[in-house]
């Protein structure tokens, strides 16, 4: 994305309209990164009782919080916290936007443990 937040497609038949269109669509550029979960928050307000997030640590050294991402439901991440113990120390794979310069990531959402190959 060269430093640009994603890219847009025009509908070439659709006329203007102001406001909101269906002719014009966003679409931002993620990336598939790995890193180790190194501890866990608890989830709060609605997800009171589920996993929060993942406390991750990539290949550099940098912290961050990384929440589950599409598909994981209040069910799984209730069950991911049960299971807390089972995750600690894994590799996993999650998604971001982009990098900051100073290195963290934008909108981190893990995805799945590193089971895989």
Do not use: W
Not at 45 to 73: A, E, I, S, V, W
């Amino acid at each position: 994305s060269n430093g640009y937040e994603g890219s847009i497609l025009r509908d070439g038949s659709a006329l203007y309209k102001h406001g909101r269109s269906y002719g014009l669509m966003k679409f931002k550029d993620f990336s598939d990164t790995e890193a180790t979960i190194v501890g866990y928050e608890i989830g709060k307000g609605k997800r009171t009782g589920t996993l929060g997030k993942f406390l991750m640590m990539d290949d550099d050294g940098n912290r961050f919080g990384c929440p589950p991402g599409k598909g994981y439901n209040y069910k799984d991440m209730a069950a991911m916290l049960k299971n807390i113990d089972d995750y600690i120390g894994q590799r996993a794979t999650f998604t971001y936007f982009q990098r900051t310069n100073a290195g963290s990531y934008r909108h981190p959402l893990f995805k799945t443990i590193r089971n895989y190959e």
